[in-house]
């Protein structure tokens, strides 16, 4: 169960190995409110080891977010990523 103080609603982060490069990758997925009450989506991914890249997208409800990170997840999961 999510902390009520925490700004932090979901997370997700998947994973996949990539056996010919010998190189790790993640997928990183949380949903938070900042100060403002704002519903962000923020997305990270990169290889294992590295900063990664970071997106971050504006919603007006939770449940919204919350079907895009739904969404991207399951395209992840279909390109090889494995929850983690």
Known sequence: MPDARSPIRYHLVLYRRDPEQGRARFFSQ???RD????IRLVRNWGFVGSKGREQVEIFSDEAEA???LET???A???KGYTDL
Do not use: D, Y
């Open 30 to 32: 949380m949903i938070e």
């Open 35 to 38: 100060l403002f009450g704002t």
């Open 66 to 68: 919350a079907q895009a």
């Open 72 to 74: 991207r997840a399951t």
């Open 76 to 78: 992840q999961r279909q």
